[in-house]
T-cell receptor, first 113, second 112 residues
Framework: DAGVIQSPRHEVTEMGQEVTLRCKPI?????LFWYRQTMMRGLELLIY????????DSGMPEDRFSAKMPNASFSTLKIQPSEPRDSAVYFC???????????FGPGTRLTVT | GESVGLHLPTLSVQEGDNSIINCAYS??????FIWYKQESGKGPQFIID?????DKRQGQRVTVLLNKTVKHLSLQIAATQPGDSAVYFC???????????FGKGTLLTVNP
């Protein structure tokens, strides 16, 4: 298996622009998680899905952030409009039902200027 | 809310020595703990996990110890190698939800 796949790996955009991050979880995994990592706040959970349904989005910082999972093999995290303080590395992770460990993708480094 | 924290933000060891990375947690309801390794520019990589009904679990060159009395978790790496240099995170899962709460991480540097 190729593991969790994220795209793009790097994104540089200007403040006010829309940003869409993409994730393909490991095949057969029922849970998908979106995290944000910064030096100041560490690794924070934004939202997670179970069987494509959002279960907990309490970590989503503002209404500017939205996430979807239209099918079992694809999820997006959208920021609209983006702001400089959104600059961070965004990780997607997945896990199978009954397992504890989550498997992380390589991350998307977002820079908003 | 309750959080996971680390005693030492940095640890420097000589190649071949054993390393011990510590983690304190505060949620007494946490039933599952996990250690991740994160190399520069990469995502966190699963190392080893332990459930709250255990106090020790061993993997290949790694051992996790859990002391629920003092809410303490440690990761021991035997015969540390330069390739072990990374940031190590502990994480806890509190109860029936599937959310992991991560600590801030410890930077391990292995000197050749």
């Amino acid at each position: 298996d190729a593991g969790v796949i994220q795209s793009p790996r790097h994104e540089v955009t200007e403040m006010g622009q829309e940003v869409t991050l993409r994730c393909k979880p490991i095949s057969g995994h029922d849970y998908l998680f979106w995290y944000r990592q910064t030096m100041m706040r560490g690794l924070e959970l934004l939202i997670y899905f179970n069987n494509n349904v959002p279960i907990d989005d309490s970590g989503m910082p503002e209404d500017r952030f939205s996430a979807k999972m239209p099918n079992a093999s694809f999820s997006t995290l959208k920021i609209q409009p983006s702001e400089p303080r959104d600059s961070a590395v965004y990780f997607c992770a997945s896990r199978s039902v009954g397992a504890g460990e989550q498997y992380f993708g390589p991350g998307t480094r977002l820079t908003v200027t | 809310g309750e959080s996971v924290g680390l005693h030492l933000p940095t640890l420097s060891v000589q190649e071949g020595d054993n390393s011990i990375i510590n983690c304190a947690y505060s949620n007494s309801a946490s039933d599952y703990f996990i250690w991740y390794k994160q190399e520069s520019g990469k995502g966190p990589q699963f190392i080893i996990d332990i459930r709250s009904n255990m106090d020790k679990r061993q993997g290949q060159r790694v051992t996790v110890l859990l002391n629920k009395t003092v809410k303490h978790l440690s990761l021991q790496i035997a015969a540390t190698q330069p390739g072990d240099s990374a940031v190590y995170f502990c994480a806890e899962r509190g109860g029936s939800n599937y959310k992991l709460t991560f600590g801030k991480g410890t930077l391990l540097t292995v000197n050749p």
